[in-house]
């Protein structure tokens, strides 16, 4: 899984995209489902360093938010 397929819309890395390229399964599948999957053509994904940011930000505000 070593092409390119996407760019981060946070911090403009290349990166690939499992489904993308073709694989059965894409890499973010094995992270929490935290956010949608954009519709096709309708956004990008984020690279696997920008979603496991967004993810442990959307954790850290789901642990202050008052229950």
């Given at each position: ?11 403009g890395a290349?990166?690939?995209c499992?489904m ?37 930000a ?10």
């Amino acid at each position: 899984m070593n092409e390119t397929t996407n760019v981060c819309p946070r911090c403009g890395a290349a990166f690939t995209c499992g489904m993308r390229a073709g694989e059965a399964e894409c890499w973010c599948a094995a992270l929490p489902a935290a956010f949608a999957v954009p519709a096709e053509g309708a956004g990008e994904c984020y690279c696997p360093r920008c979603l496991g940011a967004l993810i442990e930000a959307r954790r850290q505000a789901l642990r202050g938010a008052p229950g």
